[in-house]
């Protein structure tokens, strides 16, 4: 299935789903091409030393946030894109994504939705103490971090944890668990019925 990953930053899942993918020659999702919000991310370089395409579509260079998702949207389109990979996309797309690509956008958030949602969720979950956290993949609906959950990880939080220590426990899981995600949504195993996510066995 032929698949965009849409990238703010480091990129550390992207590179974790393309090395999943060179790994496998039967991957059923095809990274065809990586969007950033902003030029100059680490993501982007991945994205090039891997061979992929890449766009920029910058923020800044639009009015509003309708007119960046519409960008996204047609350059998504452009690439005869199919499945829709948030990895580290630090921007809220509105409800045309969700209705161009229904059940088909995947984002990954760095704790158990619905717990924490929204940006630094790491130091918001250290900050309140929590004895677990966790990672939860999810799909995008029309509300910020609040579709449907294909899965979740828990993730001990240790006693003297700062706030790096736990995000990186929090992004090994990460690596482990999006490629999966990303290979069952592409390979049509994964079933949305209401709220749950039904996997369904190959
Ligand atoms: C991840 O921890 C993810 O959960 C959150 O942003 C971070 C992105 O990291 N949404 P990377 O850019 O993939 O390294």
Redesign the pocket.
Known sequence: MRTAVL????????QAILDVRANDPHYPAEPVLVVSDRPGVA?LARAHDAGIVTEVVDWSDHPDRSAFTKAICDVLDDHRVELVVL??FMRILSEEAVRRFPNAIL????ALLPAFPGAHAVEKALAYGVKTTG?TVHFVDEHVDSGPIIAQEAVPVMAADSVATL?GR??TI?HRLYPKCVAAAAAGRLRVQGRTVVWNER
């Open positions: 990238i703010s930053g480091s990129g550390s899942n992207l993501g990895a580290g984002n990954i958030h760095p990672v995000h929090i992004q990460e």
